[in-house]
């Protein structure tokens, strides 16, 4: 079964200061998907990025880019000129081809933004 | 605007008690999930269609039943064999062309 990790259950980080969230994976696939998604408070869902495993560019949106290291099954994420509102808890997910396409989630990590 | 509706927003059940949480999305998207949220966890697979008239158990499936007979319907019941029913709920769906996930808001079960 794949499996996603995050190991930093919290992370703070100063407003403008820039921030990496860790996550590794496991899978014996070839072709996969991976996400980031953000939770705030409000517990609604928000799809942060998402990279394809066949595409060797990293993926970026604005402030938002990824370190995809396939060999590694490394997936990070790192959050330029933070701002106040990228408070949220942050899963690393996995998409699984073989159940439908569903999502397989780490535990989240905890970003707290001070000002 | 397309979305997801999940309702209701806060539940409550007493023992013994089925419950159905309700999911529709006006997206025409062929696949639909439920996923249960824990304090400190992250999101588990409970069911999931990708087509009307069809479901897989997905990895917390005991104690959860679905139907799909709508393809913008996907309800969920929590049945009295669940007995920790306390969580929080998300649906979601995703279209034809596999895309991301879109989420719905939620929903809070809670035991009385």
């Known amino acids: 079964a794949q499996t996603v990790t995050q190991s930093q259950p919290e992370m703070s980080v100063q407003e403008a200061e820039t921030v990496t969230l860790s996550c590794t994976y496991d899978t014996s696939e070839s072709d996969y998907y991976l996400f980031w998604y953000k939770q705030p408070p409000s517990r609604q869902m928000i799809l942060v990025i998402r990279q394809e495993a066949y595409k060797q560019q990293n993926a970026t949106e604005n402030r938002f880019s990824v370190n995809f290291q396939k060999a590694a099954k490394s997936f990070s994420l790192k959050i330029s000129d933070s701002q106040l509102g990228d408070a949220a808890m942050y899963f690393c997910?996995?998409?699984?081809?073989?159940?439908?396409?569903?999502?397989?989630f780490g535990k989240g990590t905890s970003l707290l933004v001070t000002p | 605007d397309g979305g997801i509706t999940q309702s209701p927003k806060y539940l409550f059940r007493k023992e013994g008690q089925n419950v159905t949480l309700s999911c529709e999305q006006n997206?025409?998207?062929?696949?639909m999930y439920w996923y249960r949220q824990d304090p400190g966890q992250g999101l588990r697979l409970i069911y999931y269609?990708?087509?009307?008239?069809?479901?897989q158990k997905g990895d917390i499936a005991e104690g959860y039943s679905v139907s799909r007979e709508k393809k913008e319907s996907f309800p969920l019941t929590v049945t009295s064999a669940q007995k920790n029913p306390t969580a929080f709920y998300l649906c979601a769906s995703v279209n034809s062309r596999r895309e991301s996930q879109h989420f719905g808001d939620g929903t809070r079960l809670s035991i009385l």
């Open positions: 997910a996995y998409r699984v081809p073989n159940s439908g396409y569903a999502l397989n």
């Open positions: 997206l025409n998207h062929d696949a």
């Open positions: 269609s990708q087509i009307v008239n069809d479901f």
